[in-house]
């Protein structure tokens, strides 16, 4: 069955430094999302994206944030200058439409640590 | 605002108790309902939905029935299994796509 693939599976980055959690949604879908889970709290949406651009955002999702689909296959969240607090596990999910009915799919996520 | 509640963890059980976790929501407009399921070291897998007032969905011998009237979708299982310990997340997701979490439920199943 295909997946949701994300790499890398743990990331450690210095505060202040930046860092790109990349992700491979499934081929035939075309809705693209980013949640995080900090530890111990729950699952909360980040943003969502189709026809390469950004379609909902969060307030958590500031000009710290990008996203980008760099190609066919990838779709990246970047964080420019990464603070304490964004340590967390991040997912990324794809749908094969906005349906509120269609499941996401979600990957195996990224833990991001920020010393 | 639009959000889910569900039962503190971690629960814990011997196998082959049965099973039930308390989840409720509060949303405008007529809600999909999702149960995901995050097993250790892995990521978020769909257990089953619910579209519409008094659907039931199933899946790997759980269910949840969409209740309008109290604003439920409790999962539950007849009989556990020691290979169910993970963490149960109850979700909406309203017209919109994006989904609406609750904190999840820890459960563990002792042999």
């Known amino acids: 069955e295909p997946e949701v693939t994300q790499t890398p599976s743990h990331q450690v980055t210095q505060m202040g430094q930046e860092v790109i959690l990349r992700c491979v949604p499934i081929s035939n879908h075309l809705y693209f999302y980013w949640y995080r889970q900090i530890l111990g709290q729950k699952v909360e949406f980040l943003v969502s994206?189709?026809?390469?651009?950004?379609?909902?955002k969060s307030e958590i999702f500031d000009d710290q944030f990008s996203v980008e689909r760099p190609d066919g296959s990838n779709f990246t969240l970047k964080i420019r200058s990464t603070k304490l607090e964004d340590s967390a596990m991040y997912f990324c999910?794809?749908?094969?439409?906005?349906?509120?009915?269609?499941?996401?799919?979600f990957g195996d996520g990224t833990r991001l640590s920020i010393l | 605002g639009n959000s889910v509640t569900q039962m503190e963890g971690p629960v814990t059980l011997s196998e082959e108790a049965f099973l039930t976790i308390n989840c409720t929501y509060t949303?405008?407009?007529?809600?999909?309902l999702f149960w995901y399921v995050q097993y250790p070291g892995e990521g978020l897998q769909l257990l089953l939905k619910?579209?519409?007032?008094?659907d039931k969905g199933s899946n790997k011998g759980f269910e949840a029935t969409y209740r309008k009237e109290t604003t439920s979708f409790h999962l539950e299982k007849g009989s556990v299994q020691v290979s169910d310990s993970a963490v149960y997340f109850c979700?909406?997701?309203?017209?919109?796509?994006?989904?609406?979490f609750g904190k999840g439920t820890r459960l563990h199943i002792l042999p």
């Open positions: 619910a579209t519409k007032a008094d």
């Open positions: 999910a794809s749908s094969t439409d906005g349906n509120s009915n269609q499941p996401q799919h």
């Open positions: 979700a909406l997701s309203v017209l919109d796509d994006k989904i609406i």
């Open positions: 994206f189709y026809n390469n651009e950004i379609s909902e």
């Open positions: 949303a405008t407009g007529y809600p999909s």
